[in-house]
């Protein structure tokens, strides 16, 4: 068992020098303007998305389960959804292509988190064997990586704003176009922060014969859910963008992520067995 | 009734509707609600907040979900979306069957050739022909996003309306039953709830819990919890059948799931001073490890205003789970002070205080959850609904493009994206090099 779980943290260490180097080489990359570096950046992801892969694969087989239930198996397959999000979304918008200077880092913090966890064998309550527990989580974890995303682009848009922009700056898109990015953004998490929670409540209700229960993370979900929805219709209706929405959004991803990472901590429930 | 539906769709409603739901749902979550809360909790937290709690108490924050004001709320919100989903559904229509000539707010080039060559290109780009004339032509890649945001509050209507359905009809219970041990239809449900409209549950029929089976992971974690019931039939037969976690049972109409709590029932003949003998079960739930006993309280079970209290390992000697060899200790506490307290197993006597204590027998219990509901077709279709418009509005954003002669080997295209259009700029600049811009109009 020793020797697993030492393969494992060895292999997750692997991940996080390939996220570091990657992130060194594309901050300075953008930053310095140099664009062979930036785009060499990508080799260190690739391989460090392979390597993890292969660190979940590798404990997904000797825990019997997916990465869902200690901290962290949660934070490093959260760490990878969100890589692989970015770089899909980068595929169809390569306009994003900047919002790696966020995203790198993130990815790299959060599986280094990861590491600090004991990465105990967690065993899966006899409730979350269901197809519907595995949509849940991974849209979850999609809508997460969407909200980094326009993290990222609500952060370029103050740093823009800034009365002296770094020069570094200029390489992003105009500051209406950053603005958009971030709603778009906001608004594919939205979508897939409902899907998620939709299909918690179809798990609910084949598990246990209740679809809502009303317990802290299901509420607090809910709230942020709302939140995002809140942010959408002031876009939309009201037209507000710029630095108020820029840090309306902030606010909205802080409740993200204490809906996802801290509330299964507040109370006895099914969500309890998660993340802790 | 326009000033009405101007009402409930004016951008400041829909806010404040929105924020009002919002603010309702965050105080229910931090104020415990009395449907989730016991009594003692509840009475702990009114202690330690006086203030919170006359606040509570004057505005009804405790029961936040049956209170009239969240009622208001709700209807508001389902009015509300009823009617932006009317209009959304004309303007979808209109886009889609009726559109508009000609396209504001977009950007208009030539290219050489005819509009018919034009059309063909963008046809081939995934445009389809909406509208138009021979020489006027309207296409539009991903017409179907025109009813994203149709769709989006369409399935949040639906979902409401059947989550409000299924909270006024809806009738559950729990069961905890040992094995072999028969329980009958007339006898009251454990946890019972009804909606407004419906009554409490009453089983059609009598069911016994024939066995309960139960594995554990390597680690003493639960594997799975299963129960083989069988209903008996009026000629004397029975239907046998089994219920599993994840697997549900429907037995005539009624849905029975399989809790999660388990452990074993122990059946203790208590004789007092008097004499009088009586048989009681006492269900406790299933340790966590073989080392560890699992606890329940049983307040003024024996009728004299005592506690008592108990506690058991599955192995008496603490080593495993396949074992099973209870070790029970029960405790009697009066006034708040220990009266004693014995270790038993089955077969053996003990006595704490003027109570004799036999433990018969013991057997595995396990709950069944009974549940009674119509309505979650409705609340699947609303999600699908839900899901279909957020994947139509977000994903595939409606490219116009206006497509008209302007000399005889040139044509004028105005193209726009009816959202986010600085996301296709890219699309744009490849579409123009495509049909062979030769000219920007602006």
Known sequence: MDKQVAIYVALNWLAVFCYVAATIANVSGVVFRKEVVERRSYYPVWLGLLVQSVAIIYWWRIVGHGPYMAPSEVLSSDAWITMVVFLVFMRFFPRIRLASVVVFPVTFLLIALAIFYNPGIRSLPPTFGSIWLVLHISFYKISLGTLVIALAFSIFFLLKNDRVPSAWMQRLPDPDSIDLYAYRFTGFGFIFWAIGMLAGSIWAYKSWGRFWGWDPVETWSLITWLMFGVYLHLRRFFRVSGRFAAFLFIFCFILSLVSLFVTSHMGSSIHAEYFQ | ?442
């Open chain 2, 1 to 442: 009734m326009n000033q009405f539906k101007r009402f409930f769709l004016s951008r400041t409603t829909i806010i404040f509707l929105i924020m009002s739901a919002l603010t309702a749902v965050t105080l229910s979550a931090l104020i415990p609600q009395s449907f989730l809360t016991s009594s003692e909790r509840m009475l702990a937290w009114q202690t330690a907040h006086p203030f919170a709690e006359r606040l509570s108490e004057l505005f009804g924050l405790h029961r936040i979900y049956t209170h009239p004001a969240f009622a208001v709320i709700l209807g508001g919100v389902t009015i509300s979306l009823a009617l932006s989903t009317w209009n959304q559904f004309l303007a979808a229509w209109r886009h889609t069957f009726n559109p508009d000539r000609g396209i504001s707010n977009g950007e208009c080039f030539s290219v050489s050739g005819t509009v018919a060559d034009s059309c063909r290109t963008l046809a081939a780009k995934g445009y389809y022909r909406l509208g138009g004339t021979a020489e006027e032509v309207l296409l539009v890649r991903n017409p179907w996003g025109y009813w994203g945001n149709t769709l989006l509050h369409l399935g949040m209507m639906v979902t409401i309306a059947a989550s409000l359905f299924i909270a006024l009809t809806q009738q559950r219970g729990v069961i905890h039953l040992a094995e072999r041990a028969i329980r009958h239809s007339s006898e009251p449900l454990l946890m019972e709830e009804h909606g407004l409209l419906a009554k409490p549950l009453l089983l059609p029929q009598a069911l016994r819990l024939d066995r309960i089976a139960y594995s554990f992971w390597p680690n003493h974690g639960v594997r799975q919890v299963a129960s083989t019931i069988s209903f008996p039939g009026d000629s004397g037969t029975s239907e046998t059948k089994t219920v599993e976690i994840n697997r549900i049972l429907t037995h005539r109409g009624i849905r029975y799931y399989q809790g999660v709590e388990f452990g074993h029932a122990f059946f203790v003949e208590v004789t007092s001073r008097t004499g009088d003998n009586r048989l009681y079960q006492l269900q406790i739930q299933h340790p966590e490890t073989p080392d560890k006993p699992s606890y329940n309280d049983f307040q003024d079970l024996l009728g004299d205003g005592c506690l008592v209290r108990s506690k058991y390992w599955v192995d008496a000697e603490r080593k495993s789970f396949d074992n099973v060899n209870p070790l029970l200790t029960l405790r009697l506490d009066c006034r708040g002070e220990e009266v004693g307290q014995i270790p038993i197993k089955v077969g053996e006597k003990g006595s704490i205080g003027p109570y004799k204590f036999h433990l018969r027998a013991f057997a595995p219990w396990s709950r069944l959850i009974v549940v009674n509901l119509s309505g979650m077709p409705g609340i699947f279709l609303g999600f699908f609904i839900i899901c279909l418009g957020g994947v139509l509005h977000y994903f595939t954003t409606p490219r116009e493009a206006w497509v008209c002669g302007a000399t005889a080997s040139k044509s004028k295209i105005c193209w726009r994206a009816t959202k986010f259009a600085g996301f296709y700029q890219d699309e744009l600049a490849s579409l123009k090099k495509t049909l062979g811009c030769v000219e920007n109009h602006g």
